[in-house]
């Protein structure tokens, strides 16, 4: 859902073409609006997939019995089937699959694909490229690094095992905190990068470091929910000693949550670096820098024979990058976490 909004902001249509519009209109009122918009719409999404996960996993746990309930209730969704049908075709038809059927689709598509070969491979165009390509990588290091910083300073109210004592009465500042968390979250991972750094560069103006700000405040929403949630998933042994001595919330996420969670957490940073080095470049094309800004004059310019060797080179950050980043999740961690988190709390003092 979110990447259809970035498809359109380069020309494919919908809500992300009418942002674009707005913007390039300077309407930034309905701006505004369109974005509370499109971040309702997401969280719509969000809250449908997440009904519908939870439906299969109880439909695995209590398989006999949904099998009996849907033999009892078939006469009554008997029409689903049809309804997602028409729903499917009238979505190729609003996607616009009919433009295949024109007579000159084919041919025009043809020509373009001759123009991209053979890629540039000149000196001196892969000279000029050294420098947007090392642009790239920084700006995907660096909003990754600002999303960790964000996103785990926001995962912490964000933890519902660890702001909430079960055997407690709820206190309305934590309860409001962590409800400001969680919707910070949401908003900021709701944003596509691209309308994310469309609206930086209206705030610190063209270049890297918009891309940066863009990629770390979206970041910043993934990886502050994924966070949270690994944080909540820990076994909560270690977290009850703790919490049955007295500990603090703090004293807890270091010497419980943390040892248990840390090589799903530092997965999850690699995973999440890959994807903004992909990233990196789509915000490019925005005006962000890098190699994206590179692959946009270049297109732009007729140059396609250079697009398609910015195309190739990528390609081929890309596949180095993922070799690098499992290399790095498969090696094993240099410590162990203890096996109680009281004798850490004593060594402490």
């Known amino acids: 859902m979110r990447s259809a909004a970035v498809l359109g902001f380069v020309g494919a249509g919908g809500i992300g073409a009418e942002i ?21 719409l997401v969280l719509c999404v969000d809250a449908f997939s997440r009904t519908l996960r939870g439906r299969f996993r109880r ?37 616009g699959f009919g433009a295949l059927f024109a007579p000159q689709a084919l041919p025009h598509l043809g020509r373009f694909a001759a123009q991209l070969f053979p890629p540039d491979v000149s000196p001196a165009f892969l000279a000029s490229i050294l420098g947007p390509l090392w642009q790239t990588v920084a700006i995907s290091v660096i909003g990754t690094a600002l999303g960790m910083l964000l996103g785990g300073a926001l995962a912490v109210p964000s933890t519902a095992s ?69 944080l909540e998933e820990v076994p909560p042994d270690a977290v009850q000693e703790l919490r049955g001595i007295g500990a603090s919330g703090l004293q807890r996420i270091l010497w419980a949550a943390w040892p248990q969670a840390r090589e799903t957490l530092a997965s999850y940073t690699l995973l999440r670096w890959e994807h903004n080095l992909r990233a990196s470049t789509v915000v490019g094309l925005a005006g962000g820098g890098g190699l994206g800004l590179a692959l946009y004059n270049a297109v732009q310019l007729g140059f396609y024979d250079r697009a398609s060797t910015l195309v190739v080179v990528v390609f081929l950050l890309v596949s180095v990058t993922d070799a690098l980043a499992h290399r790095l999740r498969r090696r094993p961690a240099a410590e162990t976490a203890p096996d109680s988190p009281l004798t850490l709390v004593a060594e402490a003092g």
Not at 27 to 38: I, K, N, P, R
Request: charged share 15%.
């Open 162 to 230: 660890l702001m909430f004592d079960p055997e407690a009465a709820v206190r309305p500042v934590r309860a409001l905190l962590y409800a400001g968390a969680r919707l910070t979250l949401a908003l900021l991972r709701s944003i596509p990068e691209l309308i994310w750094v469309l609206l930086c560069i209206l705030a610190v103006g063209l270049g890297p470091f918009a891309g940066v700000l863009a990629l770390g405040l979206h970041t910043a929403g993934v990886l502050g929910k994924l966070y949270a949630e690994s």
């Open 59 to 95: 439909n695995a746990v209590h398989g006999s019995g949904v099998l009996r309930d849907m033999v009892e209730l078939r006469p009554v969704r008997r029409g689903r089937p049809i309804l997602w049908a028409l729903l499917l075709v009238a979505a190729f038809g609003q996607a």
């Open 20 to 40: 674009n519009l707005s913007m390039r209109l300077f309407e930034y009122g309905q701006v505004t609006t369109l974005l509370a918009a499109f971040v309702i």
